[in-house]
């Protein structure tokens, strides 16, 4: 896989990669617009004043609020997103009116500093192959996979195989694996690659595992829980077994995870090994998985029904080892990776295919990793890209992140989602000790990870502004709109009941941007409700009274701004208060602050949208800058020591990396967090 012609996707109106770094942080440090809507503004403030001091009237400029009320909220999405501003403005002022000069000139700087999102050419194939499958992945490996899933791992698989061909890698190393579907992919023919699956979760590794058996691409016998259950059972005998032992030490089933009837054959395999300490867990759940999904069923692809369909190598090629990454030491994948694949001594009957052509040979040594990860949350990717300057066995990464909300900070104390919690302006609200410790920590794993951005003005994004960056509207159709739309202005007017009712008050505006209303107990999380309770404000309204009355909402997906406890307290205020609201006073909140505010609201929620954009190139931009100084000597290790498989750690080398780059992979329009930070060591 070569690199790109250029390492990052800029805007070809940049004469060089320095050229759009440079100008990417003088607009992200200078523009004051911008770092309002990106960071400055929560959708909890928008009715908390009234008149010529409202969040919309504070913000945007005169001009451009008058052309605003001229046009439909369709309109302006097309004009920041899809018009092409240097040709399709008109000079002249029909009905409606052009928008101001100033607003034309602001969408220019933000298109210009988001990078570019195509696929280059030589494009990938077509992810609509034969067979239920994704860009030539069989149906049977394809279990599981959604369209969007399917898109991902067969894009990326394929981009991974051709850069660990390029480098002769011998280990593919996933961190997050979750149920392993780029893994089950990388493992199987045509690929082939030795892939160690690493996973926090185990409800994910035995789902992994039930998986695989119903992909065919465990050893056949009595199997795992999907075994049990009469899917991927095969015809042929046992074929042997991975053994990978975990950060616990304790031995933990490889491959296809065992099963009842198949612990005793594994136990006399190992008898002839060096044992190891610790037990298999033979009791996986067949019907728990995580996420909500569910288990296999009779509508998911069959099983192999002969040897033939089977890639009868995965089970040695693919090893599952439960571990939270915390950093970037490797040390934990010793026993796996200085381990060739194990070859079954004796087997009952004569194998169905040629045992010598099935099994790999021992990697050579050293060997060669490369650490890859899709769609990765927060530093995970970052301890992913320090992989590669603190570990010498490490020779390529090859990461995709997402959830930027989940990144910790590194320059100084956290910011949160509502800004008042890292405010001490505010004398009702009494933060929680968590949060008073976690003020106090510089994070050194958070973000930004390069020199340049912490030494830069621009290094500091806050979590709404991160959470915002994860946003996709060119991906947005007029369905999604009018619902989160809704959701926004039904969450924002029941903030400002609760600052009538005195449920909340107004804290003074923080330095890090403009501040939510707090009860005594912190910020009112609603959290997430059924579809049905936005049908209308005053179900919406009674909804989320209830929860909050029955001591539920903290805690709920609000990001670092979420309270440990159940406030006892709030809660007989919220039942207090619904007993009290009436239906009137309801449709009285909806009428006052109706159509216009609703769309002064979707307006500027569109604004933080777009130019979020700017913010994930900033992110994305951090983490090719710390790469590339690695490239030029004195990348930071970040991590801690890579002894056994790691092989080293600690400080970067000088000119550890020999080149880096980031490229889309995935079409935007399916995946929109599609970059992939590349590094190679030299």
Known sequence: MPPPRQPLPHHASFASTEAYISSLLAFTSSSALFQQLCGGVHILDF?????PHDVYHSLLPASWRDYFATVSIEDVLDLLLRTDVDVDVPSSPPPPPPPPADLVSYIRQIRRHCLDRTVRPPALPDDDGGGGGGGGIPRRVAVGMKPKKLHEVARFARYVDALAAEHAITHVVDLGAGQNYLGRVLACAPAARCVVAVEARAANI?????MDGAAGVVMDGDGDGAGRRGRGRGRGRGRGCRLGVGASGRVRGVGGGPGRGLKEELEEKEKEEEQRPGGLNVDAPETDLPNG????????????ANDEEKDATATNRLHYIQHQIHNSDLSFLADIITAGPTVPQSS?????????????PPPPAPPRLMVISLHACGNLLHHGLRTLTANHNVHVVALIGCCYNLLTERLGPPTYKHPSLASPSAPPQRPHPRLVRAQQA?????????????????GRFNITARMMAVQAPLNWTPLHCRAFFTRHFYRALLQRIFLDRGLVVAAAAA????????????????GS????????????????????????????GEGEG????????????MQALASTLTDADLAAYEARYGARRRKELSVVWCLMAFSAGVVEAAIVVDRWLFLHEGKEGGAEGGGGGGGGGGGGGGEGEKGVVRDCWVDAVFDYGLSPRNLVVVGVKG
């Not at 009715?47 to 008149?51: I, K, L």
């Not at 035995?206 to 039930?210: C, F, G, I, T």
């Not at 330095?511 to 609603?526: F, K, L, T």
């Not at 979420?562 to 205020?573: F, I, L, N, S, V």
């Open 348 to 360: 009952p009957s004569p194998p169905p295919l040629d045992l010598a052509s099935s099994i790999l």
């Open 47 to 51: 009715f908390a004043r009234d008149g």
């Open 511 to 526: 330095a890090d941007g403009a501040s939510a209303g707090v009860d005594e107990e912190g910020p009112v999380v609603v």
């Open 206 to 210: 035995e789902s992994a595992r039930r």
């Open 529 to 556: 409700l059924r579809k049905a309770c936005y049908a209308s404000f005053g179900a919406y309204v009674r909804a989320a009274l209830a929860k909050l009355g029955a001591g539920e909402g903290e805690g709920e």
């Open 442 to 458: 510089f994070d050194p794993h958070g973000f930004p990870l390069s020199r340049r951005l912490a030494a830069a003005a621009a």
């Open 562 to 573: 979420k309270r440990e406890g159940k406030g006892e307290g709030r809660a007989r205020r």
């Open 293 to 304: 999904r569910t288990p296999l069923s009779t509508s998911d692809p069959p099983p192999p």
